[in-house]
């Protein structure tokens, strides 16, 4: 049994909080550990932490502190397997997915390695007689990140890797679900030589979270979970003056076009609908296909795919998704089954009787799929987050684009079909952050910015790519001019750029 407290100051530190809460292994149901449940106190000893250790880190030129990522990388591959490993038993999703999560969190590694790049300022020679102006890009000091279960290697790499290239140093706050991860890449990054204090890890839950909302010394705050809650962080932030980006939750939807291919358009939604359990924030939700002949090629096609879809543990290399995350999240997402079918949708592959053989205990249950649902009903409105996907038969494509537009989340959507004016003209007029045409999940590559619109982020810049950057520092503009401008006397009036 692991008992898991902080990573303070380079060293794991065990806590004094007296709170603490099971880790589960979601396949079997047992007991892997306990995680601390830290204090406002021993938050606060983060904070001191890495305020001692920020300026010196700061003054190390932005060249030698990308090598430390880039030892950080070498690191990870040398025990890709075993955190995949570590990573599937906490969270439930299969090893190879695992794999996956760890992969799309060193690539956001790998472009902050440009970092230098990046955080160059702006010069102008010239500006006025005699005057140059110049902009750079400082670090905010020492910046917090909260994040969520589904994704515990990428979610905090994202944030990590742009934060810390760029000078900050950086508490994580991970789901209190799966801290082991978080807790192995903080250990790796400092065996890949990030000083001690750069990026503490302190484990909790609300308690945490609101002292980091309060504390002083915290610049900035990176958050991804829920709405209600990336909601509850952003106003908390923004009222005691802190920089916020906070992404929430999701209903994704896919148009489906008559002329699309039905094949690869099942296939598409079979992976993006129920892999890792549904438990994606990109995750495609709602299937919309356009025509009542679309709608019955697809339901028909659909129905055999998700009845043989395979559930297995976490480390069945067959298994198409695993368990869900807690006993909880299995209620949840059977209770909006149940819901569904009161709400009077057809629920034609119901998954919620599956049993896992030898390992009754563990959080599965089969895939469904609802036919004929509905944009009023609450299984459409709200995020279920387990591998469940509703059909909304749309008559035209106007009605079809109509749905995403309308709905309150915005994070990702989808079009499959031939047809190129019409994947133009729906990239153009979604109201959505990240679109795919003929992709299911369209998850932009590192070098791009993440982030959805509506309900789904609170802030203005996105995560990773270009935007990072502009979140981790502030611009400092300085406008010069040198002695030779004093010759001519005192100045009465604002100068201007004549
Ligand atoms: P969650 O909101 O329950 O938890 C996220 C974080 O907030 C955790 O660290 C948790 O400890 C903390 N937290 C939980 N309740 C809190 C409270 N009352 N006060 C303060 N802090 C609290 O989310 P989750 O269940 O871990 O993750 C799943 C959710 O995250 C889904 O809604 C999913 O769509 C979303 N998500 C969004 C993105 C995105 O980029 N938009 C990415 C991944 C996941």
């Given at each position: 049994m692991q008992e898991v407290g902080h990573f303070i100051g380079g060293k794991h530190v065990a806590s004094t909080s007296g709170r603490n809460q099971n880790i589960m292994q979601p396949m079997d149901g047992s007991v892997r550990g306990t995680v601390a449940l830290g204090?406002?106190?021993?938050?606060?000893?983060?904070v001191e932490n890495a305020k001692a250790a920020q300026p010196a880190w700061a003054a190390t030129n932005p060249q030698?502190?990308?090598?430390v990522l880039m030892k950080f990388l070498e690191l990870v591959h040398k025990?890709?397997?075993s955190l995949a490993e570590l990573l599937a038993r906490e969270h439930g999703k299969t090893i190879a997915d695992a794999k996956g999560?760890?992969?799309r969190g060193l690539e956001v590694v790998e472009v902050c390695i440009g970092a230098p790049h990046m955080l160059k300022g702006e010069y102008?020679?010239?500006?006025g007689p005699g005057i140059d102006i110049y902009s750079m890009r400082q670090p905010l000091g020492v910046v917090a990140g909260i994040t969520p279960f589904n994704f515990p290697a990428m979610i905090p790499l994202w944030k990590i890797g742009p934060a810390i290239a760029s000078g900050n140093a950086f508490i994580l706050k991970p789901s209190e679900r799966d801290p082991g991860v978080p807790m192995r890449i903080a250990e790796l990054f400092l065996e890949a030589g990030l000083p001690a204090g750069i990026l503490n890890v302190v484990n909790g839950d609300k308690e945490v979270v609101d002292a980091i909302l309060d504390d002083p010394d915290i610049k900035a705050i990176g958050f991804v979970g829920s709405t209600p809650i990336a909601q509850y962080i952003y106003s908390r932030a923004a009222a005691t003056g802190k920089r916020a980006q906070c992404f929430g939750g999701a209903k994704n939807h896919m148009i489906i076009m008559p002329d699309a291919d039905m094949d690869q358009t099942v296939d598409a939604l079979i992976g993006a609908g129920y892999g890792s359990a549904g438990e994606r924030c990109m995750a495609v939700s709602v299937a919309v296909p356009v025509g009542q002949e679309t709608a019955d090629r697809?339901?028909?096609?659909?129905?055999?795919?998700?009845?043989?879809?395979?559930v297995g543990p976490s480390t069945d290399s067959s298994a198409d998704f695993g368990p869900l995350v807690t006993q909880q999240a299995l209620e949840r997402v059977k209770g909006y089954v149940d819901l569904g079918v009161k709400e009077g949708a057809k629920l034609?592959?119901?998954g919620r009787g599956f049993k896992m053989q030898g390992y009754e205990n563990g959080y599965y249950m089969g895939g469904c799929l609802f036919d004929e649902v509905t944009p009023d009903m609450r299984i459409y409105k709200e995020e279920i987050f387990g591998p469940v996907l509703s059909v909304v038969r749309a008559k035209t494509y106007e009605d079809a684009l109509k749905l995403p537009n309308e709905h309150e989340y915005g994070n990702g959507v989808a079009i499959f079909t031939r047809d190129g004016d019409a994947?133009?003209?729906?990239?153009?007029?979604?109201?959505?952050?990240?679109?795919?045409v003929n992709v299911p999940i369209p998850v932009p590559i590192a070098y791009y910015t993440f982030g959805g619109w509506k309900g789904s982020a609170f802030g203005d810049l996105n995560q990773h790519g270009p935007d990072a950057f502009r979140f981790y520092t502030k611009t400092k503009s300085v406008t010069a001019r040198w002695p030779s401008g004093i010759k001519d006397g005192a100045e009465f009036v604002i100068p201007t750029m004549n």
């Open positions: 204090s406002k106190k021993e938050l606060r000893d983060a030698r502190r990308v090598r025990e890709y397997d999560d760890i992969q102008t020679d010239g500006a697809l339901v028909e096609k659909l129905i055999p795919r998700v009845e043989s879809l395979k034609v592959v119901d994947a133009r003209d729906f990239a153009s007029r979604v109201q959505v952050g990240m679109v795919g």
